[in-house]
């Protein structure tokens, strides 16, 4: 009986435990909710989002305007772009499909009568785009139904999928690693108390914080350059832009990233707490940045938050610098808004900061 009832007490203690940490219960329970409902009012019912396409031509054209209109008004999102800036476009994730109206010029050389789909196959979203104009053209007021279609298959370096997503992976590790390596060995130590033993000697903080900073970019730099070797040995994956700005682009990155781990592991005490901070942080990231597709799929109202977060930024820059070859000028402001984000968490995280 003595042994049953040192048990129940051992559970009890645990109970009353975690029920005096007001930020656990609710990172446990409340959060997974709030998050539940959220999600659920935003994707519980709703109707795909029309396909964001390029009619390929010149506005003077009849035959491009009316196909443009027609594509409008049933909801998708489309431009009039010429044959380069369309395929540029595509290329960078942008848009879903490149259509070709009759009269223009193809890649074999010659007019040809009818609609042309620009897209990869290997990409789901230009399938099921394809599909969608298909279906519309066929309804609707062309007369596209005698009108003949054809496919064009794009699967060169820089327009694949695979090409997109790889930026976007290599974000997405510089964000979780950055955060989850600062924030979690801060909690961790300061639950050891090793930071109150660090602060009895004669250490500066700041050389401590730097410390941790360096170490987090020596560590990120095999892991950056595994993900870019995979993608440039595996997949052909081009890295068209100077690798001295995709250093920098790089390294700024994990700089924000690692000033908003400093801000959110500054006085969280427990794993529990810097866990769901973190989660709170990134999940919105992970949604709206355009990791696994692109941040421009989204509604238009909702595009001043989408480029205010650090990994759209971030994954766009990487996209820029690696697809399309920009230039350090060229990213300059993205850098800026990166920039932005390391200042700013950094000084509230040094106010901010406790030891115990």
Known sequence: MYRWHAFTQLVLLRFRDFSREPEVIFWAYGFPLILTVALGLG????????????????????????????????????????????????????????????????????????????????????????????????????????LPMREESVQEPGSRYIDFLVPGLMGMNLMGTSMLGFGFALVDMRARNLLKRFLATPMRRADFLLAIFVARKV??????????????????????????????????????????????????????????????VQLPMYIFSGVFFSSKRFPEEAQPFIQALPLTQLNEALREVMLEGATLPAVALRLGILLAWTIVPLYLALRWFRWR
Do not use: H
């Not at 390929?56 to 209109?69: F, I, P």
């Not at 595509?90 to 074999?108: D, F, H, Q």
């Not at 394809?130 to 519309?136: G, H, L, N, T």
């Not at 052909?236 to 994990?254: E, R, S």
């Open 43 to 146: 994707f519980a019912g709703s109707r795909p989002e029309p396909p964001a396409v390029d009619v390929q031509g010149e506005m003077s054209d009849s035959r491009v305007r009316a196909l443009a209109e027609t594509l409008r008004q049933t909801g998708m999102k489309v431009e009039v772009n010429s044959k380069a800036q369309s395929r540029l476009r595509y290329r960078t994730g942008k848009i879903a499909l490149v259509v070709v109206p009759a009269g223009e010029v193809t890649n074999r050389g010659s007019k040809d009568e009818g609609l042309l789909f620009v897209l990869d196959e290997t990409r789901s979203e230009s399938a099921l785009a394809r599909k969608w104009v298909e279906a519309d053209l066929l309804r609707d007021r062309l007369g596209s139904a005698a």
């Open 219 to 280: 560590l990120l730099i095999p892991e950056m350059i595994a993900i870019l070797a995979v993608g440039r040995l595996v997949f052909g994956v081009p890295t068209g832009g100077n690798p001295l700005t995709l250093i920098l682009v790089i390294l700024v990155g994990a700089l924000a990233f690692n000033a908003l781990g400093l801000l959110l592991g500054c006085r969280a005490r427990k794993m529990e707490t810097i866990s769901g901070l973190v989660n709170l």
